[in-house]
């Protein structure tokens, strides 16, 4: 073989390895900073079972504590925790934090959402308008309360068996009782602008919840093209009940959220 017939060869051999790497693209480093976001009635300290699995697995964990006072201000106190993270994070929500999320999550150094037995509501929807079609035990029994400042809260007597059934029942009882009166605005308030339309997302469905319908947990899973998964038989407080399941998923969504495959 003569030497212009090997040069050429080499030179063949050099482009098919150049597109061949080309056309696998590297993964993009996995996201190391997490924003936890609680829902309506409890504090962020529901998260604590999570944040030490998370922290145990080397990311670095911001709890937002809303005040719960209008949808306006708890976006704005996410906002502020989101703009304290050195790069790129997951966004994570349960139960109403998926409105609060939804509306907080377009800022740039969002990398992906993570909506744990959470609403996920479109532009113009609200958490009232979208259950109404999807009643569950506790809008049948009515019991959440409210004050006449127009604060609501769950009927401390039945917030073992609505929201916390697979929790330890003096844990529940004392979450009971530890309640953050929430603005009733928050729940008729609409979404202007869901982030999950131009975000990545994961979802879990908590298969027992008794406070949001897990069809509809489905239907805004399957509406936002989320990776969800399932919890077999946990309520509500899956985020404490349930923390490695949970954890799993937030951590799923840190390692793929940049890498192009999940929208």
Same mark, same amino acid.
């Given at each position: 073989?003569?030497?212009?017939?090997?040069?050429?060869?080499?030179?063949?051999?050099?482009?098919?390895?150049?597109?061949?790497?080309?056309?696998?693209?590297?993964?993009?480093?996995?996201?190391?900073?997490?924003?936890?976001?609680?829902?309506?009635?409890?504090?962020?300290?529901?998260?604590?079972?999570?944040?030490?699995?998370?922290?145990?697995?080397?990311?670095?964990?911001?709890?937002?504590?809303?005040?719960?006072?209008?949808?306006?201000?708890?976006?704005?106190?996410?906002?502020?925790?989101?703009? +304290?993270?050195?790069?790129?994070?997951?966004?994570?929500?349960?139960?109403?934090?998926?409105?609060?999320?939804?509306?907080?999550?377009?800022?740039?150094?969002?990398?992906?959402?993570?909506?744990?037995?959470?609403?996920?509501?479109?532009?113009?929807?609200?958490?009232?308008?979208?259950?109404?079609?999807?009643?569950?035990?506790?809008?049948?029994?009515?019991?959440?309360?409210?004050?006449?400042?127009?604060?609501?809260?769950?009927?401390?007597?039945?917030?073992?068996? +609505?929201?916390?059934?697979? +929790?330890?029942?003096?844990?529940?009882?004392?979450?009971?009782?530890?309640?953050?009166?929430?603005?009733?605005?928050?729940?008729?308030?609409?979404?202007?602008?869901?982030?999950?339309?131009?975000?990545?997302?994961?979802?879990?469905?908590?298969?027992?919840?008794?406070?949001?319908?897990?069809?509809?947990?489905?239907?805004?899973?399957?509406?936002?093209?989320?990776?969800?998964?399932?919890?077999?038989?946990?309520?509500?407080?899956?985020?404490?009940?349930?923390?490695?399941?949970?954890?799993?998923?937030?951590?799923?969504?840190?390692?793929?959220?940049?890498?192009?495959?999940?929208?």
């Amino acid at each position: 073989m003569n030497i212009s017939i090997k040069t050429r060869l080499a030179s063949t051999a050099a482009a098919v390895l150049v597109l061949g790497t080309a056309a696998v693209p590297a993964s993009a480093a996995p996201v190391k900073n997490i924003v936890l976001v609680h829902g309506a009635w409890v504090d962020g300290s529901g998260w604590k079972p999570v944040y030490e699995i998370l922290i145990k697995d080397g990311y670095h964990v911001s709890l937002v504590q809303e005040p719960l006072t209008s949808l306006n201000d708890d976006v704005t106190a996410t906002k502020r925790v989101i703009a +304290l993270q050195q790069g790129p994070c997951i966004l994570v929500s349960h139960s109403y934090g998926g409105t609060v999320i939804t509306e907080a999550g377009t800022a740039p150094n969002v990398a992906g959402l993570v909506y744990i037995a959470s609403h996920e509501p479109d532009a113009g929807e609200t958490e009232s308008g979208n259950g109404k079609p999807y009643p569950t035990p506790l809008s049948k029994a009515q019991a959440i309360e409210k004050t006449p400042d127009g604060f609501t809260y769950l009927d401390p007597t039945r917030f073992y068996e +609505l929201f916390a059934a697979d +929790l330890p029942r003096e844990q529940a009882e004392f979450e009971a009782h530890s309640q953050i009166p929430t603005a009733a605005s928050v729940f008729t308030t609409p979404v202007t602008n869901p982030a999950w339309k131009v975000k990545p997302s994961w979802a879990l469905v908590a298969d027992a919840d008794e406070v949001i319908s897990p069809d509809l947990e489905r239907m805004y899973a399957a509406r936002a093209h989320s990776h969800v998964v399932e919890v077999k038989g946990a309520s509500h407080s899956v985020y404490e009940s349930r923390p490695k399941d949970v954890a799993a998923l937030i951590e799923q969504a840190a390692q793929h959220a940049q890498d192009g495959s999940t929208k």
